[in-house]
């Protein structure tokens, strides 16, 4: 793998889990510091996911 399609899969890890992070919290409705916590990790493990689902069906 080479240095600039690291960069491309980080950035799009990033944006995926930024989308999802938001997601989650336009959904709860009590922001506190253990909804942050689930809410981040659950949003990184779904951008993993879309990431690699994407890598799959285009064949990358």
């Keep these: ?3 600039r399609r690291t960069l491309l899969g980080a ?3 990033l944006a995926w889990w930024a989308v999802l ?3 989650w919290l336009v ?3 009590a922001v ?3 909804e942050l916590v689930v809410g981040a ?3 990184l493990i779904g ?3 879309a990431w690699d689902a994407r890598r799959a069906v285009s064949g990358w």
């Design 32 to 34: 506190d510091t253990l």
């Design 47 to 49: 951008a993993f996911a």
């Design 21 to 23: 992070a938001l997601l």
């Design 1 to 3: 793998m080479n240095r």
């Design 41 to 43: 990790s659950a949003a």
């Design 27 to 29: 959904f709860i409705s």
């Design 11 to 13: 950035g799009e890890v």
